[in-house]
């Protein structure tokens, strides 16, 4: 995946859209899933997400909430696992539904994770729009928050890193999985770093 460089978050819809097509433990279908990452240098990443859902479910409003429960998109990434120390293997997860509630933390694992304090909420701006027949969320993932988790990354052209993205319900009535990229497991769980996939910011060696 190429996340291509953009000059700010005006610019992101005219990058290559992802889509979400891959279904996941027993989910026959899912609405039309696609999203758009770009990075601005000295910046951050900027993150839309739609979805083609017709009255999504929407119960939680609160940031943390338990979105995933409510029908969500999401957004995992991991930058520079091989890393010693504080950064070793941590990834951050964004979950969304269509009220803007957003969940987000990081951590090594799918238990005992960190959420993300005020300043840092405050600062990804997550905000949702629900259209005639589809919602949507934006976001940004400033530097200097992923600096507070890794370490200095030095994010540029040619950085690598690795990233999935969901579209999920846990709800009984519309319960269902898929990710963009592929996870080869039978086990339900979308913290699984290892089925990332790999992505550069262009201006490097593409993938």
Same mark, same amino acid.
């Given at each position: ?10 610019? !992101? ?9 891959? !279904? ?11 999203? @758009?990452?770009? %990075? ?19 119960? @939680? ?16 990434? +991991?930058?520079?696992?091989?890393? $010693? ?5 941590? @990834? !951050? ?40 027949? +589809?919602? /949507? ?21 040619? /950085?690598? %890193?690795?990233?999935? %993205? @969901?579209? #999920? /319900?846990?709800?009984? $009535? ?8 592929? #996870? ?21 060696? /593409?993938?």
């Amino acid at each position: 995946m190429v996340v291509e460089v953009i000059g700010s978050q005006l610019e !992101l819809e005219e990058v290559e859209p992802f889509f979400v097509e891959e !279904l996941l433990w027993g989910t026959k279908s899912i609405p039309k899933t696609y999203g @758009y990452l770009g %990075f601005v240098p000295k910046e951050g990443f900027y993150l839309k997400m739609v979805c083609e859902e017709e009255e999504p479910l929407r119960t @939680y409003e609160n940031v943390l909430d338990p979105v995933y429960r409510d029908s969500a998109m999401e957004a995992f990434f +991991q930058f520079e696992p091989e890393r $010693e120390g504080r950064g070793s293997a941590v @990834y !951050l997860n964004f979950e969304v539904n269509a009220n803007g509630a957003l969940l987000a933390e990081y951590g090594s694992g799918r238990a005992f994770r960190t959420q993300f304090n005020r300043e840092e909420l405050d600062a990804f701006g997550c905000a949702a729009a629900v259209e005639e027949g +589809q919602w /949507s969320f934006q976001m940004h993932i400033p530097l200097w928050v992923l600096d507070e988790v890794y370490g200095t990354l030095d994010m540029k052209r040619g /950085s690598r %890193f690795t990233c999935n %993205f @969901y579209k #999920i /319900s846990e709800s009984k $009535e519309i319960e269902h999985y898929a990710a963009c990229f592929p #996870i080869r497991s039978e086990i339900p769980s979308f913290h699984m770093p290892e089925y990332f996939g790999e992505a550069v910011i262009a201006g490097g060696e /593409s993938v």
